[in-house]
């Protein structure tokens, strides 16, 4: 019997009936499969389990962080000094791979260490029927054709088609972004029906919250919908970011570049008739010089230092270059569903036949009040209506909230948790109230009847019925309505459907409550209640609620659209959700309903969907693939993506995104294996202050880049000129090791600490497409770099001239690149604005670099041991004055150039940094 088993995807099952199911899947609807079938296929269909993860070895993951052109031409730069015998210089250039290798390997370790598995998501217990008999199994050994049962609480192991429900409701917004869990039921369905729509199918990973139900296991393993996501995952691109990118292009460039002028230098010293070894060592000097060996480390430490201050923020990176991709971003997509909400229903309004009130406080935290038309608090003591309006939504339910340590959450319906919260807020004891008035009978809640009931006996002994359920349903109901002072009147169907009208219309779910009233004393069918004892009943009120925004969701959104970036709502909710949650953060105007659905987007070719994205804000009822087709069309477009989410239909996008963004608190381990960072606070305002942060580290590594190039092309251009010249090298290979290494260190990584500048969020992202060299920094660079030749040039042949030695010329050469460089730190502290503008102390790691730098330059130059290594002598008070002149001139010009250029480009109206 075993061979008949279908194994095939889920998705197949809600269009048959629950009895063709299993007997297409050769099953006991009462005993389920034997023990030996179950073996059997459990042999043929494997675990039930997705794959683990691969995980790259340390030795993988170390030559990862090498791979990089920039480290490569570092590696045969070392190779060569090595091969020439130059050790000390070799040992250096390597020492600097080590170092940037370690410190990235480090960090992604620890992040790796930090997020939990793949395979956790469906690692659970399961009730099983086997052999006639329910027990627990592993959820691993669950196979096609097994009967499964379910109960508030249980994660479901596998994906099942249902056959048996009672009151079920499954929170599936992990899986589909559904933000109410679903009633589930057991009818066939049409076959054209989107995952989060198939009612009659319980899927792995999601959540029972109320009822009870039974279900044939129809898919295991990576046949589920779960398994489904994971190939999605699997097949999504991770992108290079935008700072890889633009440094592999830099490095290429600054290779050929080296390489040409080495070879230029080696061909010119030729043509002069020097000798060829000490030509050849020329042109490794010069490509040592032109080779920024503090650039690797630079970058690492930067980052790194951005990743410090994001965990500050409640953000841990994962990937060390992800720090800046948010930076670069052009768009945020974000999910709604506990990213731009909290996932948590709160009651938001309350309406009686009398009043109307508004509810303060969101979540299931018991924090805020009922509020009347004057704002004032008020508790139920004054207007009965209010009491039993809030007693019916406490005491007709089967939720409890619970609190731990200031962390609060509900157990069954979300629903009625938020009913729990708005009774506490108004001074209502929910659990005194259950114990005055206990259940003696339940009809439960079903999408057939739309409302629960429940009879209470009263401590006179008379009977009290509770409802709570859809308006519509409750006013077929209701003859009467209650006043404020308890008196019942002529129900005013109107006035009922207009509010619950209005309430709908704010985009909140409306419940309405009644009552009816005490029966006569205890019966022998005192207990039974059904639908047909329920006419007459007194309407109370109505209880509207909503998944609410995030505090700071609103002015997170503003922020992001005043930094340029574009925000999109991408969600599995349904669209009028979607708009209402879109409306108050501000991703749509009042009265604009625009909103595109899965299935108009499944309508649309690719080059449609292109151009549906640019101007859509709001998608709804999206299925995960249909996620990574929005990223995709943007990435077409040439946007920098990144991706918010918690759930598990989020994971393949947030894979495919420039920068994947996942919930750490409630977030799913699928997305958080998927993102590249993620946020410990759940915070949507969180991704404004990563941007922030973002922009700044790639400030600073321009700024980095823009001090250093100066040096490294000065050093190669001073070594071209001597062999032009027929001179001697007016620094040595080893001296230029030592500025650069030493310079890199001191002072170069403390612009790593630069704080942000004002105004870094209200100026439009970088353009995608823009180099990492602008204009404005390759004409300074030039500049620097002539200046720094000229002053090195003229202060090595005056030393000559006045009689100075070959190593004491050397040396002033030597301190005049390192003063210039001190100099010109500061400009480099900002781009545009005068250094005199900035402060001196604002970054107080400055002060201590160039301490440690004045510190080394002193020991270089008057300590004989180092004398002997570097071959430098001592200079005299005389030299340091004209090494100071330069240094000051050299400021001078820059701080002319910087001041032009910013009145250029205030003249061209631009509204970004010339950088």
Known sequence: MTAAVDTSVSRDYHELE??????????????????????????????????????AGVLVRLLRQVHNPL?????????????????????????????????????????????????????????????GRERSVPSEVLVPGDLVRLEAG??????????HSIGLRVDESALTGESEPVEKQVDSLPAALPVADRRNMGYSGTLVTSGSGTGVVCATGTATQLGEIHRLIGAAQTLATPLTAKLAGFSRLLTVAILALAAVTFTIGLLRGHDAVATFTAAVALAVGAIPEGLPAAVTVTLAIGVARMARRRAVIRRLPTVETLGSTTVICTDKTGTLTENQMTVQAIWTPGARYEVSGSGYAPAGAVHDGSGSAVGTEHDRALHWTLLAGAVCSDANVTGHEGEWSVIGDPTEGAMLV???????????????????????????RQFM?????????????????????????????????????????LAVTGAAADLADRGLRVLATAVRPATGPETSDWGDLDEDALDGLVLTGLQAMLDPPREAAA??????????????????????????????????????????????????????????????????RVAPDQKLRLVAALQESGHVVAMTGDGVNDAPALRQAGIGVAMGASGTDVAKEAADMVLTDDDFATV???????????????????????????????????????????????????????????????????????????????????????GAILFRTALVSVLLVAGSWWLFNWELANGAGIAEARTAAVNVFVTVEAFYLFSCRSLTRSAWRIGLFS?????????????????????????????????????????????????????????????????????????
């Open 154 to 163: 249980d994660k479901i192991p596998a994906d099942l088609r249902l056959t």
């Open 422 to 448: 708005a009774a506490a807020k108004a001074g209502l004891d929910a659990d005194a109230a259950r114990a005055d008035l206990p259940r003696v009978a339940t009809i439960p809640f079903s999408s057939e």
């Open 688 to 774: 404004e202050a990563a941007v922030e942060e973002g922009r700044g580290v790639f400030d600073n590594l321009t700024k980095f880049i823009t001090w250093t190039l100066p040096t490294n092309l000065g050093e190669g251009l001073v070594i071209l000129a001597a062999i032009l010249f027929g001179a001697a090298l007016p620094i040595l290979p080893s001296q230029i090791l030592w500025i650069n290494m030493t310079t890199a260190v001191a002072l170069g990584l403390m612009l790593a600490f630069e704080p942000k500048e004002p105004g870094i969020m209200t100026r439009p992202p970088r353009r995608p497409g823009q180099p990492l060299l602008t």
């Open 453 to 493: 009931a429940t009879a209470h006996r009263r401590g006179d002994g008379h009977r009290l019925v509770l409802v709570k359920g859809a308006v519509e349903r409750l006013v077929e109901r209701c003859g009467t309505q209650m006043d404020a002072d308890g008196a019942v009147r002529p129900l005013d169907h």
């Open 71 to 131: 480290i490569y031409v570092l590696l045969a730069a070392g190779a060569v000094t090595a091969v020439l015998g130059e050790y000390v210089d070799s040992s250096v250039i390597f020492g600097v791979v080590v170092v940037n290798a370690v410190i990235g390997f480090i960090q992604e370790s620890k992040a790796e260490a930090e997020l939990a598995g793949l395979r956790s998501m469906v690692r659970t217990q399961a009730r099983v029927v086997r052999d």
């Open 843 to 915: 970054n107080r790691w400055i002060i201590v670099g160039l301490a440690v730098q004045a510190a080394a330059q002193l020991a270089i130059t008057y300590t004989p041991a180092m004398n002997a290594v570097f071959e430098t002598a001592p200079i005299g008070p005389d030299v340091w004055l004209r090494i100071l002149l330069i240094a000051a001139v050299t400021s001078l010009v820059v701080a002319v150039e910087k001041r032009i250029q910013n009145r250029r480009t205030e003249r061209l109206g631009a509204s970004v940094p010339t950088t």
């Open 555 to 620: 002015s997170a959104v503003a922020a992001c659209r005043s930094a340029g970036i574009s925000v999109k709502m991408i969600t599995g909710d349904h669209a009028a959700t979607a708009a209402a949650i879109a409306r108050k953060v501000g991703l749509l105007a009042d009265g604009d309903g625009a909103v595109l659905t899965g299935a108009e987007l499944a309508a649309l070719p690719d080059d449609a969907v292109v151009h549906a994205v640019q101007r859509t804000a709001v998608f709804a």
């Open 18 to 55: 629950a009895e063709a199911a299993l007997r297409l899947l050769a099953t006991d609807s009462v005993s389920g499969l034997s023990s030996e079938a179950a073996m059997a296929i459990l042999a043929r269909t494997g675990p039930n389990s997705l794959p683990e993860a691969v995980r």
